[in-house]
């Protein structure tokens, strides 16, 4: 199974996917990782594991579509089984969809469908809950939206600022993504 996984930022849960797979417990290839900025350490993180990186600069053009357009090509030139989202902040439009039909992965640090967008820890934070998560879906053309794959709980914890209870969030949100891409690579899914 070839995967090309999408970064915004740090890209720590693409660093447990590259972990997984040098030490042997997660058997696929990491054909690429791609961003939608320059600098990003997640694509750093893939030049120093000796994996292709690439951008495909969301700033760079003036219409969406044609972003949109030029980041399904450039993936779709690594011919990969699914396309992970490692905290890649960009809606894809129905393009990039068409050309990876359910194969386009998407972790979320709340339980879906609450808590969707760019805040989720945050907002969950916000409300109050006593309970929280991760999910990992398919994505489609909504904000947080596609069939759920697996999900996890993280207590919230009295003292909890965005940042402690993410960190939580994220150390079972790399487990749940190694084990649905593992499941998948075996056909059990
Ligand atoms: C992850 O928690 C991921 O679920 C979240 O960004 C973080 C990226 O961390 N994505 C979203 O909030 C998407 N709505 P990382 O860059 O360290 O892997």
Redesign the pocket.
């Known amino acids: 199974m070839r995967i090309v996984v999408l970064?915004s930022?740090?890209?720590?849960?693409?660093q447990a996917v590259i972990d997984a797979v040098s030490t042997g417990s997660l058997d696929l290839t990491i054909a690429a990782v791609g961003a939608d900025r320059h600098n990003t350490y997640?694509v750093e993180r893939s030049t120093a594991a000796g994996i292709d990186g690439f951008v495909v600069d969301f700033k760079s053009f003036d219409q969406r579509a044609d972003w949109n357009a030029a980041l399904t090509e450039k993936v779709a030139s690594y011919s990969p089984d699914y396309v992970v989202s490692?905290?890649f902040?960009r809606i894809v439009d129905q393009t990039f969809l068409d050309a990876f039909p359910n194969r386009y992965l998407?972790?979320?640090?709340a339980l879906l469908p609450s808590f969707p967008?760019?805040h989720?820890v945050r907002d969950a934070l916000a409300y109050g809950v006593k309970v929280t998560g991760?999910t990992v879906m398919i994505a489609d053309a909504g904000v947080?939206t596609g069939p759920i794959l697996a999900q996890a709980a993280v207590e919230v914890l009295d003292d909890d600022t965005e940042d402690t209870l993410?960190e939580r969030?994220?150390v079972k949100?790399r487990a749940l993504l190694i084990e649905t891409l593992r499941q998948l690579a075996l056909g059990d899914r």
Do not use: F, Q, R, W
Not at 9 to 14: A, C, D, E, I, K
Not at 106 to 109: A, G, I, L, V
């Open positions: 970064v930022g740090t890209g720590s849960n693409l997640g490692s905290g902040m998407n972790t979320h640090p967008g760019a989720g991760c947080d993410h969030i994220k949100e």
